[in-house]
């Protein structure tokens, strides 16, 4: 194994596993709404993506209806076909079954160890990695929270919300350093995403900054141009 791929891997199971174990707090959220683990446990098979399900769950419990949960994790969810776009052309996929399977796994952090691979096998193999620790870690804890969710006390649950912002934080700084291949346009479109993000926050539901976020892809500047555009100019 490659000195690059065997990092590609680690990254991929050690996001996964950090990712994962917030499942937990899933599981105490659904149980506090009033959700049957059942429930709960079919949501994250078949929903499996986080801010769709801690917004359905989160309407619910504060005793909103049926549609407009629904309606809000919908609109959470949408993002993840931006994510797709993105992922098509890099991953090349091809079949209607592959492409459906690799959808499911389509979430903020698959895409994240998609996009910082090296390259497009490593790619693959980080997304497939990724979303294969995720799914399963993210399945399994979301059992532990529902059935435990009275053991989780206010503190571990604030330990839990830091697990994911510190670990996208791990996988984003090496691409800000002046060592990585287009480090500033990397920082001038991290800086754009947290900046708009920030300023959405006060005015508008959880996760909708996210989706807002995507437009700090245009403060990097025109897009390169490739050898072989270039070539054919």
């Known amino acids: ?30 149980d506090a709404a009033g959700l049957d683990l059942w429930q709960a446990v079919t949501m994250s098979l078949l929903m499996f993506t986080g801010a769709s399900q801690f917004a359905l769950v989160g ?23 931006v994510y797709g776009v993105r992922l098509v052309p890099l991953l090349r996929l091809r079949g209607v079954v592959p492409r459906l399977g ?25 997304f497939l990695a990724g979303g294969a620790t995720i799914f399963v870690v993210w399945n399994l804890t979301t059992v532990v929270g529902s059935l435990g969710a009275a053991a989780l006390s206010g503190a571990a649950l604030a330990a839990l919300d830091a697990v994911v912002p510190a670990a996208f934080l791990a ?3 090496p691409r800000l350093r002046r060592s990585y291949p287009e480090a500033a346009v ?13 300023a959405l926050t006060p005015f508008v539901p959880v996760g909708v900054q996210v989706i807002a976020a995507v437009v700090a892809v245009a403060l990097a500047g025109r897009p390169r141009r490739t050898a072989a555009a270039e070539g054919a100019a």
Do not use: C
């Open 186 to 198: 990397q920082r001038r479109v991290a800086v754009g995403g947290a900046v708009v993000a920030l």
């Open 102 to 126: 690799t959808a499911h796994w389509i979430i903020d952090e698959t895409t994240a160890l998609a996009i910082a691979a090296p390259d497009r096998k490593l790619a693959r193999l980080a």
């Open 1 to 30: 194994m490659s000195a690059e791929r065997s990092a590609t891997l680690r990254d991929a199971v050690g996001l996964g596993l950090a990712v994962g174990l917030y499942g937990v707090a899933f599981g105490a959220a659904a």
């Open 171 to 173: 996988l984003l700084w």
């Open 59 to 81: 309407v619910l419990g504060a005793g909103g209806s049926a549609l407009a949960a629904v309606g809000s994790a919908l609109l959470l969810g949408s993002r993840n076909t």
